[in-house]
């Protein structure tokens, strides 16, 4: 079992920064890969950034270039770095941490989300 407890969200203007962060803990030495999702209300949980174990990073066409996804292994932490925010960020950001195989996710863990408001 792995646990994610996620940290940083809150609300902010738009054009503002946010940092989220996952710490991991547990068996996590089946995990090859982090990343954050992101639910907003009346819609279907999104794929924000993912970012592997040997550092590969992918992100959503709609937060390139805004998000940066990073990771400190040392600590088993998991990083969000949020630049000019937009009203549309608006969301429960979710940490997931998976296994993959060629790309494949064999199992993964969910955290309890974290809010970002972001006003207009």
């Known amino acids: 079992q792995v646990q994610l407890v996620e940290s940083g969200g809150g609300l902010v203007q738009a054009g503002g920064s946010l940092r989220l962060s996952c710490a991991a803990s547990?068996?996590?030495?089946?995990?090859?890969?982090m990343g954050w999702y992101r639910q907003a209300p009346g819609k279907q949980r999104e794929l924000v950034a993912t970012?592997?174990?040997?550092?590969?990073?992918n992100y959503a066409n709609s937060v390139k270039g805004r998000f940066t996804i990073s990771r400190d292994n040392a600590k088993n932490t998991v990083y969000l770095q949020m630049n000019s925010l937009k009203p549309e960020d608006t969301a429960v950001y979710y940490c997931?941490?998976?296994?993959?195989?060629?790309?494949?996710?064999?199992?993964?863990?969910w955290g309890q989300g974290t809010q970002v408001t972001v006003s207009s």
């Open positions: 997931n941490a998976a296994k993959t195989v060629a790309g494949i996710s064999l199992y993964d863990y």
């Open positions: 970012i592997t174990s040997r550092g590969d990073t």
């Open positions: 547990g068996s996590i030495f089946s995990i090859n890969a």
